[in-house]
């Protein structure tokens, strides 16, 4: 069966660290994988997309790989802040758009 | 633009009331989708449009589910009759493509069926 998962409900790290979130996904073959922000009652917030022909594609202190043949993708925030803290969402484009069920992840100063 | 707007931002109701959601995508944009979220399951894929037109409905999960879009500036998702097992987060996002393109998401409506 087809399955999106994000390597835990929840993470925690202290301030300044980078934050490594995995997001791992069977029998889809994504040309493009997305990840999301989400805060408290608020919709999701696109961050990166990258295509799978790119390994590494990065924005400010984010970074993002694509290992297709490994089917994980990996997400980093570097000089990890308390604003930070949110739930990050990793998004499969196939025919339409599948989500996995997010990371919380919380930034302790 | 002011974004995806959805209305009602919250909504309670009782168990086999009628219930419809609203959602005005952004402008330009010819992809509209549905989604639910809650704990247990996550963000889920209801039904989405291109064009007005509906593409896949295939995640709406009853026939007790309906979305229309008789325009480009407005989608409904109705739920008749409601169960309190409907309670979630629905979000409307809209998109200028498929793949490629970011999903703009509207601030969701909070549905409480008791």
């Known amino acids: 069966s087809q399955k999106i998962e994000q390597n835990s409900e929840a993470l925690n790290i202290q301030e300044g660290k980078t934050a490594t979130l995995t997001c791992n996904y069977t029998?889809?073959?994504?040309?493009?994988l997305q990840w999301y922000r989400q805060d408290p009652g608020r919709g999701p917030v696109f961050l990166l997309l990258i295509r799978e022909n790119e390994k590494e594609k990065r924005k400010e202190r984010l970074k993002v790989t694509f290992d297709t043949t490994l089917k994980q993708s990996l997400f980093h925030i570097t000089a990890s802040q308390p604003a930070d803290s949110a739930t990050y969402l990793c998004?499969?484009?196939?025919?339409?758009?599948?989500f996995g069920a997010g990371t919380r992840l919380t930034v302790k100063p | 633009d002011a974004g995806v707007i959805q209305s009602p931002r919250h909504e309670v109701t009782e168990m086999g009331q009628e219930v419809t959601l609203r959602c005005k995508p952004i402008s330009g944009h010819d992809y509209l989708f549905w989604y639910r979220q809650t704990m247990m399951r996550g963000l889920e894929l209801l039904i989405y449009f291109n064009n007005n037109v509906p593409i896949d409905d295939s995640g709406m999960p009853e026939d007790r589910f309906s979305a229309k879009m008789p325009n480009a500036s407005f989608s409904t998702l109705k739920i008749q009759p409601s169960e309190p097992r409907d309670s979630a987060v629905y979000f409307c996002?809209?998109?200028?493509?498929?793949?490629?393109?970011?999903?703009?998401f509207g601030p969701g409506t909070r549905l409480t069926v008791l």
């Open positions: 996002a809209s998109s200028p493509g498929l793949g490629a393109s970011e999903q703009f």
């Open positions: 029998n889809y073959s994504p040309a493009y």
């Open positions: 998004a499969l484009a196939v025919r339409d758009m599948r």
